[in-house]
């Protein structure tokens, strides 16, 4: 068994409407561990998202713990929550969410720059071989294809060798030959670089590579299958 | 109208604060012009006299250089004509409590003795049964006699008493003539005029009021061009706000227009959402003002005082017709700046899905096309700077500086590219840099009209500065040469520019015989009237101004030669604005009325003066008298024998004419309260450059808001990336730094341009003056810092939004 990078215990969330509480996610329990995937499974509206956020350190349960490298989410303030984001996560989002005003390079970079890392141009450069597009570094986002964004949003979501990948539907958005690559890439992050990874998807392919897929429903966990 | 309210009116509801600063912006803009136009009309306006009011219907009047003489009313009186002449002498007072107020001479036949007080001023002195008043240096206490029932602030003395009063006996200032309605008008006006002395001027009433707005046409239309300033201004705001309305909104533009409607739909949609800005700031600004204006008309009033006449400023008057004239404006102006934006809406295209980077690209190219035409908008301007002024006003000047401002506008583009290729080394250390230099170029076409708004404003203030300060540096310079006399002596109290009270007879005795004076110059100023303007016939000893005196002439003119010309003979020197202005040189002869005559002088040279617009006529002293015999002296300088304590004489001659009224000021202080009054006059000017720049800042706020607003889903990823919220502050607050940065690079350069054409063509041709160029570089670093560190702290409130966007909300929303 690896080491534990992300562990939810019993994590609720409600939001506010009008005078209602509408509940999310129900007493979630779940741990991602180092060099793993965990594929997040089930129909839009379940809850992936939320809990995504929770394990992302950019939200907050209303009732558990969020455990990120064994640090409680709920004991740190605001500027630890971003150092530890910046430090120890990743995200992939399925628009890629790529800045459009940065080059491809910048891009990759602008994890290290916010945290005011050292060669950071050199890192990135590493990152963008290794997901194959290192003659993009120059272009702007607009001038990539969807599958070529995708790849570099990895490598971004890669540079600062984070302990937990969080991947929103990393494939949605993509043609079935790019998610491929995209999924491939994913896979070897976990064992090159020793990730967790968490990822929500509707895709069965993507949902094929991960170690453990855990089925949810209306916010609530309906089995975990480990393989 | 449903498609206005909800693709218009709506967004502009949810951005309340982005629509509320431009509004805003629009209502500054538009409130400066009103005001300025109110306080003007209010401030000089006001030149028909409180006497005619009082004495109503007048059909002519005479006037006369250095008066009429009063023995000349029998001549006309015995004219055999059913006509009524009206004798008037005029001077300011100081009433003790309430300042200048006019005093006039008239014939009182029949009324109660004593001083008559208009029932506006009887308000005002509190029912007193006298009124002590100082006029020419000395206090009279005089009983009042009875209350006029006329409006206006003024007293009326009989004319034999305010002849001893004035100290000046057997000279009127006007006569008005009244002419009997059966009369035949033309053979009674030949009549009068035959029994005039040639000198005299025979004029239709409002002939001098005319001459007054005349004179001050330069001065009233160059204030009115400083106030359009902040519209411009407000011009390339509203352009701005509706660029950021079209380019967030072509999606819903695409989907219209696939849906079939009509490109003049698209295109009046956008034009009524800058109209509703315009219409709404305007009348929003015509109120303020209105509000404004009361604190403009004081130091317009000043300005006229100082420099040109009396003017006692009546009140503001804002009619229905300059309420819609405002509002109009503001509708004009708004629409005219939403015209480029609006097109640019109608050209989307139905099935248009660009992304803004690809359209963003499109713009970085095309900022070569900019560069070109702002190169040929700067020929352009070149051109009509070289142009000869239009009907005396500067209009070559003015086209070249909205040329000049057009060329900045356009270069703005390439200079953002350029900036941040520059600093890209530099910038790239930093995280906050990269991305605002990033977000700026990215955003470039935004970016650039924001820019070129903070620089015009810049640029205004710049060359306003630089300009104001070359003014000042030469009449500095110019002081030092004019006033060369050690002491200084003129009658005591306060007295407007283009009069002259005079000083006793028994002071020019007195002022002779001062022990340790080396020479003594006393000098006449006369009121002249000269082809429909105003000017000043001056006269003083030319042997002590050659000796002791640095009167500066035009390059090539012997100044020793030219002065030894004039006494005795009917020569004459002008100065540079009254030769300007009437196209005179050396060697020119001038007709001009003098006492009973009409003297032909031959100008003998052309001489630096910078005390007034108007300009002087100045002959020797012995000519002067030799028309105008028993003209008193109006002020005197004393130049002292080496060796002479300046004190001790000082004392001495304060001591002698003690009891005579006068003021005497040793070189320095006059110079100082020259300066002063200089510095006053300019201090509308300071007034209307602030105003620009709020605007600017209005718009450098509102365009980093749309900036946030409209990346707030990058500002999330940001977060998401491991961003703090000081961080993404500091993204923001470093953009508004740049674009201070980058407006005041331009504003530089646009202001320097415009300085050279404010001191070379625009004053050379409004006022005559030649300016010696001086750029107070202390004052411009110290304000364009000033000016950055507000641009900055103009970002703050969009730094705040922008750090307390909830990143997963934003993210998810699209």
């Not at chain 1, 990759?108 to 290192?134: C, F, I, Q, S």
């Not at chain 2, 006393?522 to 000796?547: N, Q, Y």
Request: charged share 20%.
């Amino acid at each position: 068994m690896g080491t534990p990078r992300l562990e939810l215990s019993g994590v609720s969330k409600s939001y506010e409407s009008g005078e209602q509480s509408v509940e999310v996610l129900h007493e979630v329990s779940l741990c991602a561990e180092a060099g793993t995937v965990t594929a997040l499974v089930g129909r839009s509206g379940c809850g992936k998202s939320t809990l995504l956020n929770l394990a992302g350190a950019m939200d907050f349960p209303t009732a558990g713990e969020v455990r990120i490298d064994g640090r409680s989410t709920a004991s740190l303030s605001d500027g630890e929550l971003t150092a530890l984001r910046r430090e120890r996560v990743g995200f992939v989002f399925q628009a890629f969410q790529l800045l459009p005003t940065l080059t491809v390079l910048e891009n990759v970079e602008l994890p290290l720059l916010l945290a005011g890392a050292a060669k950071t141009a050199a890192t990135a450069m590493d990152r963008l071989r290794w997901v194959g597009l290192e003659e993009k570094a120059a272009s702007m986002p607009y001038q990539l294809s969807g599958g070529q964004a995708q790849r570099v949003a990895v490598a971004r979501a890669l540079v600062h060798s984070p302990l937990l990948l969080i991947a929103d539907e990393p494939t949605g958005n993509l043609d079935e030959a790019s998610g491929e690559q995209v999924l491939s890439l994913l896979r070897e992050a976990a064992t090159r670089y020793g990730a967790a990874i968490l990822m929500a998807t509707h895709s069965a392919e993507a949902a094929a590579i991960a170690e453990v897929r855990v089925r949810m429903r209306d916010g609530r966990i309906q089995a975990i299958e480990r393989q | 109208m449903k498609l206005l309210r909800t693709l218009i009116l709506r967004p502009l509801r949810r951005d309340l604060l982005r629509t509320a600063l431009t509004i805003l912006a629009v209502a500054l803009g538009v409130a400066v012009v009103v005001a300025i136009d109110l306080a003007g009309d209010a401030a000089t306006g006001s030149f028909r006299s409180s006497m005619q009011t009082l004495t109503g219907k007048t059909d002519l009047e005479v006037i006369a250089t250095g008066g009429i003489d009063e023995r000349k009313l029998a001549a006309l009186v015995a004219l055999p004509f059913d006509v009524h002449f009206a004798p008037l002498m005029e001077a300011q007072a100081i009433v003790a409590g309430i300042g200048a107020v006019p005093l006039y001479g008239a014939d009182l036949a029949g009324a109660p003795e004593g001083l008559a007080v208009s029932k506006g001023l009887a308000g005002r002195l509190g029912g007193g049964k006298s009124v002590t008043l100082e006029i020419a240096g000395r206090t009279h206490a005089l009983a009042v006699g009875q209350t006029l029932d006329s409006g206006g602030e003024f007293l009326v003395l009989d004319l034999a008493e305010a002849q001893r009063v004035m100290g000046r006996y057997g000279k009127l200032d006007r006569i008005d003539i009244t002419v009997g309605a059966k009369e035949d008008f033309a053979r009674v006006e030949a009549a009068i005029r035959g029994a005039l002395p040639v000198s005299a001027l025979l004029e239709k009433p409002g002939a001098r009021s005319e001459e007054n707005q005349r004179m001050l046409r330069a001065f009233r239309w160059n204030l009115r061009v400083l106030s359009y300033i902040s519209l411009v201004v407000g011009a390339f705001l509203i352009y701005n706000t509706i660029s950021v309305s079209v380019v967030r909104r072509r999606a819903e533009i695409g989907i219209l227009r696939a849906m079939g409607a009509a490109r003049s739909t698209v295109m009046g949609l956008f034009l009524a959402e800058a109209l509703l800005f315009g219409v709404v700031g305007a009348a929003l600004g015509v109120a303020l003002g209105r509000i404004l204006a009361g604190g403009a008309v004081r130091l317009i009033a000043d300005t006229v005082n100082a420099l040109y006449t009396t003017s006692r400023p009546a009140a503001l008057e804002l009619t229905a017709g300059e309420v819609c004239a405002g509002i109009v404006m503001g509708a004009m102006v708004a629409l005219g700046s939403a015209l480029g934006p609006a097109r640019e809406a109608m050209d989307v295209a139905p099935v248009e899905a660009m992304s803004r980077g690809a359209r963003e690209h499109r713009a970085r190219l095309s900022w070569r096309r900019g560069l070109v035409w702002a190169a040929v908008l700067a020929g352009l301007a070149l051109g009509a700077s070289q142009a000869e002024a239009t009907g005396g006003y500067p209009v070559g000047g003015y086209v070249a500086a909205l040329l000049a401002i057009g060329a900045a506008a356009l270069a703005a583009p390439a200079l953002v590219l350029g900036v941040n290729r520059i600093t890209k080394p530099l910038v790239r250390r930093q995280v906050y840099g990269l991305l605002a230099g990033r977000s700026l170029t990215a955003s470039l076409g935004r970016t650039s009209v924001i820019v070129a708004a903070l620089a015009t404003a810049i640029a205004m203030m710049a060359s306003v500065g630089i300009m104001v300060a070359s003014f000042r540096e030469t009449v500095a310079l110019w002081l030092d040469t004019q006033l060369r006399a050690d002491l200084y002596v003129k009658p005591a109290g306060q007295s407007a520019a283009g009069e002259y009270p005079a000083l006793a007879g028994e002071v020019q005795g007195l002022l002779r015989a001062t022990y340790g004076a080396a020479a003594v110059d006393f000098f006449h100023g006369v009121p002249l009237h000269f082809r429909g303007e105003r000017a000043t016939l001056g006269a003083g000893d030319m042997e002590v101004v050659r000796r002791y005196g640095r009167l500066l002439f035009l390059a090539g003119q012997d100044r020793d030669a030219i002065l030894r010309s004039l006494p005795g003979r009917d020569r004459a020197l002008v100065s540079e604005p009254f030769a300007n202005k009437h196209h005179l040189r050396a060697g020119d002869r001038v007709t001009i009325p003098m006492g009973e005559q009409v003297v032909t002088l031959t100008i003998a040279g052309v001489y630096y003066e910078y005390s007034s617009s108007q300009g002087y006529l100045i002959v020797d002293r012995s000519t002067l008298l030799k028309y105008l015999p028993g003209q008193a002296a109006t002020n005197a300088a004393i130049y002292l024998a080496k060796g002479a304590d300046r004190e001790a004489v000082l004392r001495d001659v304060q001591l002698r004419t003690a009891a005579y009224g006068v003021t005497v000021s040793p070189n320095q202080v006059l110079r100082k309260s020259a300066i002063e009054i200089f510095d006053r006059t300019f201090a509308i000017t300071w007034a209307l450059e602030a105003v620009a720049i709020v605007v600017a800042m209005l718009g450098a706020a509102n365009s980093l808001l749309a900036l946030v607003l409209d990346r707030r889903r990058e500002l999330g990823i940001l977060r998401y990336l491991g961003a703090s919220a000081a961080q993404v502050r500091g993204m923001i607050l470093t953009e508004a730094a740049f674009l201070g940065l980058l407006a005041i690079l331009l504003g530089l350069a646009l202001g320097f341009a415009l300085s050279l054409l404010l001191v070379f063509v625009v004053n050379k041709q409004s006022f005559g003056w030649t300016i010696q160029f001086h750029a107070p570089w202390g004052l411009l670093g110290a304000a364009l810092c000033a000016v950055w560190f507000v641009t900055v702290v103009a970002g703050l409130y969009p730094a705040r939004v922008a750090a307390r966007l909830e990143p997963v909300d934003v993210v998810h929303e699209e």
